[in-house]
Nanobody
Framework: QLQLVESGGGLVQPGGSLRLSCAASGFTLDRYTIGWFRQAPGKEREGVSCISSSGSRTNYADSVKGRFTISRDNAKNTVYLQMNSLKPEDTAVYYC?????????????????????????WGQGTQVTVSS
């Protein structure tokens, strides 16, 4: 059974940084496209960033471009989301999710930010709060 566990969330001041981790167990992560999503109170879950199975392709939502960086270490079975210059509007629960490339989701540039409905396996989320 695919399991994803997010960590690294917390409370940070505006302008600060956090690095989220998404660790996989029960499967080999390097075959999967991974997406990061977030959900703020009262809002729909939105795609933040995705990374291809090899790590060669990434996409970002316009709201985080230039501030967030997604990466993966397949040897550690982990995907990361480095978040810099955090803003109060980044406050949300952050989720990572996986989808097998056989489903036709490759994080290609024209796909744009990840689409929630295309990802099949989800972590439980980690809270990020940006506040002074």
């Amino acid at each position: 059974q695919l399991q994803l566990v997010e960590s690294g969330g917390g409370l940070v001041q505006p302008g600060g940084s956090l690095r989220l981790s998404c660790a996989a167990s029960g499967f080999t992560l390097d075959r999967y496209t991974i997406g990061w999503f977030r959900q703020a109170p009262g809002k729909e879950r939105e795609g933040v960033s995705c990374i291809s199975s090899s790590g060669s392709r990434t996409n970002y939502a316009d709201s985080v471009k230039g501030r967030f960086t997604i990466s993966r270490d397949n040897a550690k079975n982990t995907v990361y989301l480095q978040m810099n210059s955090l803003k109060p509007e980044d406050t949300a629960v952050y989720y990572c999710a996986a989808v097998a490339p056989t489903r036709g989701v490759y994080c290609l540039s024209y796909e744009g930010p990840p689409k929630r409905t295309l990802y099949t396996d989800w972590g439980q989320g980690t809270q990020v709060t940006v506040s002074s």
